[in-house]
């Protein structure tokens, strides 16, 4: 009876320490990329010539069609509510008032260590919008951020 009342006892505490814990997230970079005129951000297949091509298209505008905006995020733990990445741009012409913009997207979990999703700003948006300045990316799960990363002049 004593042994029976004390397994029920340990059975207890350990099982109260399995609830559910809600998600947790971390956005663990952002990678803003020009766009050229066939939607493409790189001509060759490694980094160098990725590079090489990003800087040919900074210092050459008419060659650009939009931006890629890759964010490398992670969630540990229960996930309660649906997914988004949200993209905060603030930027503008060199003549003109300061522009800011929102881009959102859902996000799904994909691997166990951390998932890519690109988002893209394209045409007139792009166009209208003018240089990008700085950058805010959120990771939310339903209305609660669960991660953040920022642009030093944010």
């Given at each position: 009876?004593?042994?029976l009342?004390?397994?029920?006892?340990l059975?207890?505490f350990?099982?109260?320490?399995?609830?559910a814990?809600a998600?947790?997230?971390?956005?663990?970079?952002?990678?803003p990329?020009?766009?050229?005129?066939k939607?493409?951000?790189m001509e060759?297949a490694?980094?160098?010539e990725?590079?090489?091509?990003?800087?040919?298209?900074?210092?050459?505008?008419?060659?650009?069609?939009?931006m890629?905006?890759d964010?490398q995020w992670?969630?540990?733990?229960?996930?309660?509510?649906p997914?988004?990445?949200?993209i905060?741009?603030?930027g503008?012409?060199?003549?003109?008032?300061p522009q800011?913009?929102?881009?959102?997207?859902?996000?799904?979990?994909?691997?166990?260590?951390?998932?890519?999703?690109?988002?893209t700003?394209?045409g007139?948006?792009?166009?209208?919008?003018g240089e990008?300045?700085?950058?805010?990316?959120t990771l939310?799960?339903?209305d609660?951020?669960?991660g953040?990363q920022?642009s030093f002049?944010?």
């Open positions: 009876m004593r042994r009342s004390i397994f029920s006892l059975t207890i350990c099982l109260s320490g399995f609830t814990s998600a947790t997230g971390k956005v663990v970079k952002m990678l990329f020009f766009l050229d005129k939607g493409e951000h060759g490694n980094l160098y990725r590079d090489s091509y990003q800087t040919k298209l900074r210092e050459h505008p008419d060659l650009r069609s939009g890629l905006f964010v992670k969630v540990h733990g229960t996930v309660n509510a997914l988004k990445i949200r905060e741009l603030r503008g012409q060199k003549e003109g008032a800011v913009m929102t881009l959102e997207t859902d996000a799904h979990p994909g691997h166990w260590f951390s998932t890519w999703t690109g988002i700003l394209l007139d948006d792009y166009t209208k919008f990008l300045s700085a950058w805010r990316v939310w799960e339903g609660t951020m669960i953040e920022k002049l944010w």
